[in-house]
């Protein structure tokens, strides 16, 4: 147990909570790039359309309390929970923020997820050395990187092709209109999904701080008033935006239709309620656009600017190691405290 005053306990508290907003302003983009990109919704009422959804994930956990797995992997299935200290969830937050930051600015749709992830391992292995890591939980993890986007443009292949069978005797302007109604369905269950697993990365920080500090007793368990602060962070996280990547996301890998934005909304939410059935902390930015691909392909390979997609597809490798070597970083900062 490591011994903190609470009032710096509260500010590590709300520099969580500003991760959180951020996550969701980085990644609004996830949640209604298609049906901004498609204009399905005006930006407007497309980013409190995702906010909402982001933050109803909240009473999903509550019916469903077994969906929180994605938070205890992040408290204490990558880093030993005995070895986290506050210094040590400083750094982490301190990487994924600076990341965050720097991508955001410059419109590259890089992975919030993977950001805390790479913070939280470059912090703890400074802190406690590689015997702090639990390698099965991060190798589970880094598996996820490549399985998530691949499964995502499968996905979306398959559910263009099956619904084009299906609508193969609907007329244009009838197909149209269902496949308006369904992307809008499909779309509120991707900002569901969205909400559900990457609010819980940052409720799984702030737990494992409270355990460590002795703030927290017994099984480890999210409180109720940690997982609400975090899903209202995220929805105002979505409100505010991040209309760069949305652009990014949107329009500059591949021009969307309805059919298009519904099958990549689609096939992105089966793999992201997945993920959290599963207790996997994916990256909801490298499945969204592995789906959009995925239905962009599936009209005809040309369509998909393989430029833009290669320029994503780098950014997500250096992902961690750039937030682990920033975590490492701000964990030194504290070093002379």
Not at 194 to 222: C, R, W
Request: proline fraction near 3%; aromatic fraction near 10%; charge should be positive.
């Amino acid at each position: 147990m490591h011994q903190i005053a609470f009032p710096l306990l509260v500010a590590l508290i709300v520099v969580a909570l500003a991760f959180d907003y951020l996550n969701g302003l980085h990644d609004a983009a996830n949640s209604i790039a298609t049906v901004v990109a498609t204009r399905l919704l005006s930006p407007v009422t497309a980013v409190l359309f995702a906010a909402f959804f982001n933050f109803a994930a909240y009473f999903l956990t509550i019916a469903f309390p077994s969906l929180h797995a994605v938070a205890e992997t992040i408290g204490k299935g990558l880093i030993d929970q005995d070895v986290v200290t506050p210094a040590v969830i400083f750094g982490a937050l301190g990487g994924a923020m600076s990341w965050n930051v720097i991508t955001w600015l410059r419109g590259i749709p890089s992975s919030s997820s993977h950001a805390l992830i790479g913070g939280l391992i470059g912090a703890g292995v400074t802190h406690a050395g590689l015997n702090g890591i639990h390698w099965s939980g991060l190798n589970k993890t880094l598996l996820a990187i490549v399985l998530s986007p691949t499964l995502g443009m499968i996905l979306a292949m398959a559910v263009m092709l099956l619904t084009s069978w299906l609508f193969r005797r609907s007329t244009a302007h009838g197909a149209e209109k269902s496949f308006r109604a369904l992307h809008l369905l499909s779309s509120a269950a991707y900002s569901l999904s969205h909400g559900l697993n990457d609010a819980q990365k940052t409720m799984g920080i702030i737990t494992v701080l409270l355990y460590s500090t002795g703030y927290l007793t017994g099984p480890f368990e999210v409180p109720h008033w940690v997982a609400i602060s975090c899903y209202v962070a995220i929805a105002a996280g979505t409100m505010t935006g991040g209309w760069k990547i949305i652009e990014t996301m949107g329009s500059r890998i591949t021009k969307l239709s309805q059919h298009q934005g519904f099958s990549a909304s689609a096939a992105g939410s089966i793999v992201l309620f997945t993920a959290s059935a599963l207790g996997i902390p994916v990256s909801t930015t490298h499945t969204i656009t592995g789906s959009i691909i995925g239905a962009g392909v599936a009209r005809r390979a040309s369509a998909v600017r393989w430029g833009v997609a290669q320029n994503v597809v780098t950014a997500w490798i250096i992902t961690i190691p750039a937030s682990a070597a920033i975590g490492a970083l701000f964990y030194a900062m504290t070093l002379p405290f």
